[in-house]
């Protein structure tokens, strides 16, 4: 009788399990698509199909949008890239599926944006016509160790990823984004009192409110910028002080740049 009643146990927990890992797996896409609308304008996709035949580079890809897109809007090509790719278990079957039913080349590859080595050799010197950074801008930290200035008795630890946050140096990393693509799409989350769980190698941590003014004030004397969320407009030195009032208000904003012609 307690056999059974063992055996009983362990199948109800691992169904448990089976229904967690299910429900985990539905929301990365549910997460994936619900910022699909902004980012579909930022691309400004219209009736004439304007990613048929484009190519781009998906930083930090969560691999459901290039599906999308190749289902959409057939592009010739998407190339997505990440440092982890063990949070998205499909990986690997919709990368050899998709190219059943998408005429798109798919591909995947592990790697981070900031190792030039690695990326030269995963993408070569090709240019993108579009670079899209979906919740992962924050992530492209490459300056010193900023924690201190959020809490004065910090101490950094060397290769404590859940100790620094290191600080976004926006002249090189969008000198970096133009490197690869044409027009580079942001689409970020904006939670400046809350932590982000999801560091890599103590990369992380949401951008302040100053630290995106510091980044708008760099774009708009520089590039092209169109703010697709939370409202239309194009930015430049005189719209700049809409920046402040805008993220009190919203928790994502969705924008493009491009190098001024």
């Known amino acids: 009788m307690s056999g059974k009643t063992d055996e009983h146990a362990e199948t109800e927990e691992c169904e448990k399990e089976k229904e967690s890992e299910c429900e985990a797996d539905w929301k990365i896409w549910t997460d994936a698509l619900e910022e699909m609308s902004e980012i579909e304008d930022a691309f400004e996709v219209d009736s004439e199909n304007k990613l048929h035949g484009k190519t781009i580079l998906d930083v930090g890809t969560d691999c459901v949008k290039p599906l999308y897109l ?108 133009f490197r690869y693509g044409k027009r580079v799409i942001i689409y970020e989350a904006f939670y400046p009192h809350e932590e982000d769980n999801d560091k890599v190698r103590g990369r992380g941590g949401y951008f302040t409110r100053e630290e995106w003014k510091q980044t708008f004030e760099h774009l708009a004397g520089k590039y092209k910028v169109g703010f697709v969320r939370p409202e239309p407009f194009l930015l430049d030195k005189e719209t700049l002080d809409r920046i402040d009032s805008i993220l009190r208000k919203v928790d994502y904003i969705c924008f493009y740049a491009e190098k001024q012609l």
Not at 98 to 113: A, G
């Open 70 to 177: 190749a289902l959409k809007y057939e592009p010739v090509r998407v190339i997505g890239i990440n440092e982890d790719f063990s949070i998205y278990p499909f990986e690997a079957d919709l990368k050899q599926k998709s190219r059943l039913f998408v005429d798109t080349e798919i591909e995947f590859y592990d790697c981070s944006f900031l190792d030039d080595t690695k990326l030269e050799r995963t993408v070569g010197e090709q240019s993108f016509d579009f670079v899209l950074v979906s919740k992962t801008l924050h992530h492209l930290r490459t300056g010193e160790c900023v924690a201190e200035e959020h809490d004065p008795k910090h101490t950094c630890r060397r290769g404590d990823e859940k100790c620094c946050i290191y600080k976004f140096e926006e002249k090189e990393i969008f000198e970096r984004l």
